[in-house]
């Protein structure tokens, strides 16, 4: 419908996290690195696959969704229908439910197990382990699968900084054998990197019109949100 209101202006519609995911590959956290992988830990996890500056999709348009991996088979049921996803254990709607039930505060949420985490709290410690444990299986398996160079963790979980960036890289380094060990590290665009990553698939689709009136060597229009 917009491109026919817009006539010559081409339109791109992309799906959020890969859109993010495309942001934080080419101007964000992984700028320059020609594999990587972007997982927002958030109300649930997702994943963008990034390759070569674009991010894959899949057949159906189901790549990436890591989330829904299993990584502990009979686990707790999912929305999706399995039990034992990968989200259901480490996205922050998991890890603040086990917190709230952990410390006997239903309002409590992931934020407060982590400033829990860092002073020390032996019960915040435990949720916060089972959460980077869980974390670290389903990234293992991610990159056992992908060998990206660069793992972006992003999403309300990865704000908590070191107090998830350290146990999570031991974690996934105590796992690996054979495989190559990325480099892990937080997204930088936040909450923007959805919006500015659809700014690029439309700049994309600009810098190919045939019509050439729009100069390859410009830079992306700031997008405001
Ligand atoms: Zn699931």
Redo the contacts with the bound molecule.
Sequence with gaps: LLGERLGAVPVALGHDVRAGGLAEGRIGAGQGADRFLFVPLGTGIAGAIGIDGRVESGAHGFAGEI??VVVRPGGLP???G?RG?L?RFASASAVSQAWAEACGDPAADAADCAKAVESGDARALAVWQDAVDALADGLVTALTLLDPRVLIIGGGLAEAGETLFTPLRDAVRRRVTFQKLPEIVPAALGDTAGCLGAGLLAWDLLDTEPTGTIPTTATPPEVTT
């Design positions: 989330g829904h999912c929305p999706c399995q996803c989200e």
